[in-house]
């Protein structure tokens, strides 16, 4: 089993910068590719980024326009997004996602087993 936590949204302003954090534990050694998805208020879900555990390489949804990028930290074994200029159109809670399968693409919320309880990022205009 693979626990997620996620850390870092709040409320910001417009323009603003944030890092959200995943730390993952458990059967970590299972995992091939960890993302992020994001849902915003009475919207569908959506995938933002995701970057492979074993080849560092990378999955970028449209939505974001490269303001996000998606990075990690092998030694804790965490996740980041820093998300750039953010705007109102970004507000939304952001979820942590692990998968032990393997696919050429990681763009499909049911390629993954582990989800993290989201945290939320609200920004005001």
């Known amino acids: 089993q693979v626990q997620l936590v996620e850390s870092g949204g709040g409320l910001v302003q417009a323009g603003d910068s944030l890092i959200l954090s995943c730390a993952a534990s458990?059967?970590?050694?299972?995992?091939?590719?960890m993302g992020w998805f994001r849902q915003p208020p009475g919207k569908e879900r959506e995938f933002v980024a995701a970057?492979?555990?074993?080849?560092?390489?990378?999955y970028y949804g449209g939505s974001p326009l490269g303001r996000f990028v998606i990075s990690k930290d092998n030694a804790k074994r965490t996740l980041y997004l820093r998300m750039n200029n953010l705007g109102p159109e970004d507000t939304a809670a952001y979820y942590c996602?692990?998968?032990?399968?393997?696919?050429?693409?990681?763009?499909?919320?049911?390629?993954?087993?582990?989800w993290g309880q989201g945290t939320q990022v609200t920004v005001s205009s």
């Open positions: 458990g059967t970590t050694y299972s995992v091939r590719v």
């Open positions: 996602a692990a998968s032990t399968y393997y696919a050429d693409s990681y763009l499909d919320a049911e390629l993954y087993d582990y």
């Open positions: 970057i492979s555990w074993i080849d560092d390489k990378t």
